[in-house]
């Protein structure tokens, strides 16, 4: 039997709290969605986003800006499609290639989140300074870096 004992207190990681706050943020956004009556979720307005941002992505650039593998993102955007927010059109120049376009109730569905993440932000944000933010966004882009 191992009777080794690990010293490392994972409470006092950053780990943990990065997961925390992901999922808290997550959560008040689903919430957010759905008191207003929108059938979205979080990966939905990320990709509504970049959409909005650049119409037309083909998918592969849009799996890459999203961070997701192909599959998933597919199957995103097939669900995505059964909504009406984009509609996806083959390539003229390749025939292989699919590019991803916000219909009008994509545009329209976009144009109705935009306020309520802004909102969601300032309330996420409420009493951090502006210099806490940035040393917050510097600390996680560390750990993404770290990370790859």
């Known amino acids: 039997m191992n009777t080794e004992r690990l010293d490392f207190d994972f409470e006092s990681s950053i780990g943990p709290w990065l997961g925390r706050t992901v999922k808290l943020v997550d959560f008040h956004l689903q919430d957010v969605f759905q008191k ?15 959409l909005h941002d ?5 998918q592969n650039e849009l799996a890459f800006l999203t961070y ?4 998933s ?5 097939s669900k995505m499609e059964k909504k009406k927010y984009i ?10 290639v699919n590019l991803v376009f916000l219909t009008d109730y994509g545009k329209e569905i976009f144009k ?30 560390k750990v993404q870096t770290n990370l790859s």
């Open 73 to 77: 993102l597919a199957r995103l955007l």
């Open 54 to 58: 650049e119409d037309g992505l083909n």
């Open 87 to 96: 509609v996806r059109k083959h390539s003229e120049t390749d025939r292989r």
């Open 112 to 141: 109705t989140t935009k306020p309520l993440v802004q909102k969601l932000i300032k309330r996420m944000e409420h009493a951090i300074s502006e210099s806490e933010k940035q040393q917050i966004i510097t600390i996680l882009k």
């Open 36 to 50: 207003n009556g929108l059938d979205m979720t979080k990966e939905q307005m990320v990709v509504l986003k970049k």
């Open 68 to 71: 997701r593998d192909k599959s």
